[in-house]
């Protein structure tokens, strides 16, 4: 690890981490899906919550954006309890892009984006030009501007993800949190948002995402967390934390771990039973499959 | 493509010293046709009877410059009908709305709340059973009162079972239907063994009808009705976004069971205001949300035409009644005989798609 990130990563975990969980346990009636976890999020980085299924790594995400009440424990964002905030003043300082997420048919992307701007609004200032101009940038930024009279529902499922990032943007929060923003999108839609996911962090924000593909949080990370059944197993940047050795205790997965040959990080290559040449797998036993 | 074109679909704001809106010209411009045309079946519906009056000295009257004939026809014979059919298309137009928009289900409506069913098996089982119990209700509190009692403890009673920490659409619309199946059997029950006098008056009720009216009840239903409407535009701009799903409204800063239960109170509420002093009259709660919708071409009901659409419906529906047909039928008969097939319509068009 070179000493520039470390003290990147380390610098902003003591003093300017503006996020962060303290000894928080959740669970669904009764059962603990978190148990006694602390986790801090760097400023200024992508953070990606990877794990197996079941794990509580979006479980961890609602928490952070406070849709979910740990039973105990807190969430501190600027240094206060969460909690005892109003929600309005949080969505005001944090954006959340839940999975999947649907809009009524026939609303237009320009409507959509524009109820970003909910928390900064009341029932007499519903609507100001400063709203319009963060909404033309928000749109801008995502690369939707030309769809902006269009129903979202007829929108393909890439750009439909461009627009949901789009109204988490006019929100104007510099904490975004994503949870699983590439779902149902093929391989060259997810690499588009997750562009845009870097574009935004460029700009200077802070974003907490969960992705399933490890390759793509591998890739598109500055800090990886790694979950197993409630608890972090790991946490730093993806070069010092992917391994094969991690990658078996986390998510019992055999993978060969490489340098990604187009990137400076790791690249995750999995075994799986069949298919690999025998010999190029190491610790890969022979198996006999003789009549 | 250019920065004009982004700019007309980004709606444009209106500012009014201290308060600003979006100005969205058709919606504002549906709502005010809406608002003539209502005007305009009102006039024509206290125009109509007996005594005919012309709709100008209709309209001198209502304004405080007319005759005192007509001001005495008007003001007090036909005005507590007429104003009885606006308070309740609105507040059934509204409610339906609200619902709806709740359920994130256009089929929802009051009816499927059990307001209309509970309201029907109250008062159905007050005029079947002869007894003392029930002609003493009857004759403390009148029967719309007794009626309006039994449709909130059933529409409280679906939103408790529905409840499970907050509303789900679906859980509501489901629950709903099981508690109005069983209000309806106990309907059909007391209609199947009532007396056959007792019948005749328990159905004139249950179809819903306007007769009658006086601004007694007007009086009532008119201050609840414009108490709530006051409390939903209130609470209506915390709703907006919550059309999105509960979690991107929370991501927004909105507290959404708080604004859910007082909003879905407020549906439950106008629905039994408007079940009191009109009876169950069917369809207008489902239909006028739906048609304010595509009338206004908006992806979720709008509140004011909705219920400004259940109103044109009502008056409408009513002056056809006393009008066109050749006996005079209960309001209820005619919004069925429209509601209906615009709900099969519907139907019919979201399995085309």
């Known amino acids: 690890m070179s000493a520039e990130r470390i003290t990147d990563i380390e610098s902003a975990a003591q003093g300017h981490a503006r996020l962060a969980a303290r000894g928080i346990t959740v669970g669904y009636g009764g059962r603990a899906v978190i148990d006694n976890l ?80 909910h928390p900064h609004q009341s029932w007499l200032r519903q609507w100001s030009s400063d709203d319009a101009g963060v909404v033309e940038r928000a749109l801008a930024m995502t690369g939707v501007s030309d769809l902006a009279g269009r129903p979202v529902d007829s929108l393909s499922g890439g750009q439909r993800q461009r627009v949901w990032i789009s109204m988490a943007l006019a929100q104007g929060t510099d904490l975004l949190l994503l949870d699983e923003p590439t779902t149902y999108l093929d391989l060259a839609h997810a690499i588009d948002v997750l562009d845009l996911v870097d574009d935004l962090h460029e700009a200077g924000r802070t974003v907490v ?45 055999r993978a060969t771990v490489i340098d990604d040959p187009v990137g400076d990080r790791p690249l995750i290559v999995p075994i799986g039973r069949t298919h690999a040449r025998l010999g190029q797998v190491p610790g890969r036993k022979l198996q006999v499959r003789l009549g | 493509m250019s920065g004009t074109d982004v700019k007309r679909s980004v709606a444009p704001g209106v500012r009014l010293g201290q308060v600003s809106f979006v100005w969205r010209p058709w919606l504002v411009s549906v709502t005010l046709l809406l608002a003539a045309a209502t005007f305009l079946v009102f006039c024509l519906s206290i125009g109509v009877g007996d005594f005919p009056i012309g709709l ?29 059919g606006l308070i309740v298309g609105v507040a059934l137009g509204v409610s339906g709305a609200l619902t709806q928009s709740i359920a994130r289900n256009p089929l929802a409506s009051p009816d499927i709340l059990g307001i209309t069913g ?114 939903v535009s209130c609470v209506a701009f915390q709703f907006k976004p919550m059309h999105l799903g509960d979690e991107v409204a929370a991501g927004l800063g909105v507290r959404y069971s708080m604004v859910r239960a007082v909003l879905l109170l407020c549906a439950v509420l106008l629905a039994a205001v408007a079940v009191s002093a009109a009876g169950p009259v069917p369809f207008v709660a489902l239909v006028a949300p739906q048609a304010a919708m595509r009338l206004a071409r908006c992806p979720t009901p709008p509140m004011a035409a909705s219920g400004l659409v259940g109103a044109l419906l009502l008056t409408g529906a009513d002056l056809v009644a006393r009008t ?18 615009f709900l099969v319509y519907l139907l019919v068009r979201a399995n085309l798609r």
């Open chain 1, 38 to 117: 602390d986790v801090t999020i760097p400023s200024g980085l992508i953070t990606t919550i990877i794990g197996p299924n079941g794990c509580g790594k979006s479980t961890l995400l609602r928490t952070l954006t406070r849709l979910l009440k740990p039973a105990k424990g807190a969430v501190v964002l600027d240094g206060e309890d969460i909690a005892g905030l109003r929600t309005r003043d949080v969505a005001k300082k944090l954006g959340l892009l839940p999975q999947a997420p649907v809009a009524p048919e026939g609303l237009t992307v320009a409507d959509l984006v524009a109820k970003g701007r």
């Open chain 1, 209 to 253: 995402m969960v992705l399933h593909d490890l390759n793509l949080a591998t890739r598109y990370s500055d800090n990886l967390i790694v979950m197993r059944a409630g608890s972090i197993l790991a946490q730093g940047h993806p070069r010092d934390v992917i391994t094969a050795e991690l990658l078996d205790e986390a998510f019992g997965l």
């Open chain 2, 56 to 84: 100008s000295r209709v309209i001198a009257t209502i304004l405080g410059g007319g005759e005192r004939v007509d001001e005495f026809v008007i003001m007090d014979l036909r005005m507590p009908r007429a104003l009885a």
């Open chain 2, 118 to 231: 509970g309201a029907g098996a109250v008062a159905v089982f007050l005029v079947t059973v002869s007894g003392g119990t029930a002609a003493a209700v009857v004759s403390a509190v009148g029967l719309s009162a007794a009626a309006l009692a039994g449709g909130l403890g059933t529409g409280l009673l679906v939103y408790f079972l529905a409840w499970r920490r907050g509303i789900d659409g679906f859980r509501l619309i489901l629950i709903g239907i099981s508690v109005s199946a069983v209000m309806e059997a106990i309907t059909t029950w007391l209609l199947a063994t009532a007396d056959i006098k007792d019948v005749a008056r328990a159905q004139a009720w249950l179809v819903g009808s306007l007769e009658g009216r006086s601004w007694g009840d007007v009086r009532v239903a008119l201050w609840c009705t414009l108490v709530l409407l006051v409390v």
């Open chain 2, 324 to 341: 066109a047909l050749p006996v005079t039928l209960p309001v209820g008969v005619v919004t069925a005989a429209i509601g209906g097939p």
